[in-house]
Antibody
Framework: QVQLVESGGGVVQPGGSLRLSCAAS????????MHWVRQAPGKGLEWVAF????????YYADSVKGRFTISRDNSKNTLYLQMNSLRAEDTAVYYC???????????????WGQGTLVTVSS | AIRMTQSPSSLSASTGDRVTITCRAS??????LAWYQQKPGKAPKLLIY???TLQSGVPSRFSGSGSGTDFTLTISCLQSEDFATYYC??????????FGQGTKVEIK
């Protein structure tokens, strides 16, 4: 069965950096695009970033563009999110999510990890 | 950017009730709409995609309809395990995805 397990969350000071990881199993990771979605405490869902199955294209929400970098290592079945210049408003649970489309553009998210909490605070 | 607006933001209902949640897109999105269910402290779970297609394993009391700008999620006979927050999401405007603000279904 599909499993997505995030790690790397924690407490970081404003202006700091953090790298999140998402270990995938149960499907052919190298064939599917992947997303990061976040949820601030008590708030709704916000799409953050998408990377195509082969890493050839990456897309970001305006709120994180220029500060966050999504990447993947298909040999390790792992997705990453490098977060720099962190702000208080980046405090959220970060979920990785598998895209439903194989070898193609992005679509809806059919599987989600359990999330990892990032807290930006001094 | 396409905005997704859900209504109501919350509702109270009893087990056995029929519940309808509405999602409106700021511009036409054809049928590129998904619905997710989220319970407290848990990850979202896909319920419906392509506006009306039930994800495998999702009970048939859930249904979706609509196209263009107006969509609905209906729970035909609310069960105790259905008390949760529901989100719509458009995936028409690749590569930008947007969610509605959520609808919390609470016990009356």
């Amino acid at each position: 069965q599909v499993q997505l397990v995030e790690s790397g969350g924690g407490v970081v000071q404003p202006g700091g950096s953090l790298r999140l990881s998402c270990a995938a199993s149960g499907f052919t990771f190298s064939s599917y695009g992947m997303h990061w979605v976040r949820q601030a405490p008590g708030k709704g869902l916000e799409w953050v970033a998408f990377i195509r199955y082969d890493g050839s294209n990456k897309y970001y929400a305006d709120s994180v563009k220029g500060r966050f970098t999504i990447s993947r290592d298909n040999s390790k079945n792992t997705l990453y999110l490098q977060m720099n210049s962190l702000r208080a408003e980046d405090t959220a649970v970060y979920y990785c999510a598998k895209d439903s489309r194989r070898d193609d553009y992005g679509d809806y998210h059919d599987y989600w990890g359990q999330g990892t909490l990032v807290t930006v605070s001094s | 950017a396409i905005r997704m607006t859900q209504s109501p933001s919350s509702l109270s209902a009893s087990t056995g009730d029929r519940v309808t949640i509405t999602c409106r897109a700021s511009q036409g999105i054809s049928s590129y709409l998904a619905w997710y269910q989220q319970k407290p402290g848990k990850a979202p779970k896909l319920l419906i995609y392509a506006a009306s297609t039930l994800q495998s394993g999702v009970p048939s009391r859930f249904s979706g309809s609509g196209s263009g700008t107006d969509f609905t999620l209906t729970i035909s006979c609310l069960q105790s395990e259905d008390f949760a927050t529901y989100y719509c999401q458009q995936y028409y405007s690749y590569p930008q995805w947007t969610f509605g603000q959520g609808t919390k279904v609470e016990i009356k």
